[in-house]
């Protein structure tokens, strides 16, 4: 498997723009779980999503984020619009949803709002 | 709702010599436990976890973590760290399948020649 695939790499926007994070999980896992890392605040998650249902989104930061799930597979993170105090890496991790079983991340996005 | 703390943001030590890195967790009830790295520009992957039975746990790397109930810590340990085992490393709590993953703040272990 090629692991949880995330695109883009590297995103540098202005602010005010519209951002959109994809996701692409590890086949056969259905829990989902997006991050923000920044120096500050260190890893904090954001929002997860189990078998496509949103669990808990407390730490979505405001309005401005939402994230889907269109499919067991698939999953976006939005970003509208986009504030200079978002540049961050944004990690995505999925799991099979079983008992003890870890997260295993993608490489991330480096997201840059100007 | 359960929370980690590790209190070591940064840990210099010199090549070949050992390492043992914080990590404290909080909760009232069983929890599963892991240590992840992150090595520059990557994403997290996992060095271990304990979920039940022997509370010393070996993972990848040489690295080995062991599960203190009475204490509530979860330490990571190595004998003789190499420079390339100079990252950041995660500890980690989940309740249950359907439940978040907590990260605690990160430890930068930085390895001088």
């Known amino acids: 498997d090629a692991g949880v695939i995330q695109s883009p790499r590297h995103e540098v926007t202005e602010m005010g723009q519209e951002v959109t994070l994809r996701c692409k999980l590890i086949s056969g896992h259905n829990s989902l779980f997006w991050y923000r890392q920044t120096m500050m605040r260190g890893l904090e998650l954001l929002i997860y999503?189990?078998?496509?249902?949103?669990?808990?989104d407390s730490g979505m930061p405001e309005d401005r984020f939402s994230a889907k799930m269109p499919n067991a597979s698939f999953s976006t993170l939005k970003i509208q619009p986009s504030e200079p105090r978002d540049s961050a890496v944004y990690f995505c991790?999925?799991?099979?949803?079983?008992?003890?079983?870890?997260?295993?991340f993608g490489q991330g996005t480096r997201l840059t709002v100007v | 709702a359960q929370s980690v703390t590790q209190l070591d943001s940064q840990v210099p030590v010199f090549e070949e010599a050992p390492v043992e890195l914080r990590c404290n967790y909080s909760s009232s009830v069983s929890v599963y436990l892991f240590w992840y790295v992150q090595y520059p520009n990557q994403g997290l992957q996992l060095l271990l976890k304990?979920?039940?039975?022997?509370?010393l746990v070996k993972g990848i790397n040489g690295f080995e973590a062991e599960f203190n109930k009475s204490q509530t810590s979860f330490h990571l340990r190595k004998p003789s760290v190499h420079i390339s085992d100079t990252a950041e490393y995660f500890c980690?709590?989940?309740?249950?399948?359907?439940?978040?993953?907590?990260f605690g703040s990160g430890t930068r272990l930085s390895i001088r020649p």
């Open positions: 304990y979920l039940s039975g022997s509370t």
């Open positions: 999503f189990n078998n496509n249902v949103p669990i808990d």
């Open positions: 991790a999925s799991s099979r949803g079983v008992d003890g079983t870890e997260a295993f």
């Open positions: 980690a709590v989940t309740l249950s399948s359907a439940s978040k993953i907590i």
